[in-house]
């Protein structure tokens, strides 16, 4: 069963930033400045998951991730400009 996820992410360092945030492209879609979106089976989350945990300083970054059922159940509404564009790649 797939699952809808919005990740945040602040990560210290400009290069590990690089990698977390190729690595989130290939699962999610790009919302905003540290923040994707998108749907994922388990295998799905727990692959990026091992991904991230291989990048990421768990004394200096922080990765938070808030999902769903369905995304249906989460209203988004966008104040200013929307930043998103075309980023999953496969």
């Known amino acids: 069963m797939k699952m809808y996820y919005i990740a945040v992410y602040d990560i210290a360092s400009p290069g590990r930033l690089?990698?977390?945030?190729?690595t989130f492209r290939k699962y999610l879609h790009?919302?905003?400045n540290s923040a994707?979106?998108?749907e994922l089976n388990e295998g799905q989350f727990e692959k990026?998951?091992?991904e991230l945990k291989?990048?990421?300083?768990?004394?200096?970054?922080?990765?938070?991730f808030f999902?769903?059922?369905n995304?249906?159940?989460?209203?988004?509404?966008?104040?200013?400009?929307?930043k998103?564009?075309?980023?999953?790649y496969f």
């Not at 291989?54 to 938070?64: H, M, R, T």
């Not at 998103?84 to 999953?88: A, G, L, S």
């Open 18 to 22: 690089q990698k977390v945030l190729k």
């Open 30 to 32: 790009w919302i905003q």
């Open 36 to 38: 994707f979106e998108g």
């Open 48 to 50: 990026l998951n091992l």
């Open 54 to 64: 291989k990048i990421i300083n768990k004394k200096k970054d922080s990765l938070l």
């Open 67 to 69: 999902n769903t059922e």
């Open 71 to 82: 995304k249906r159940y989460i209203t988004k509404r966008m104040i200013g400009i929307e």
């Open 84 to 88: 998103n564009e075309p980023t999953m």
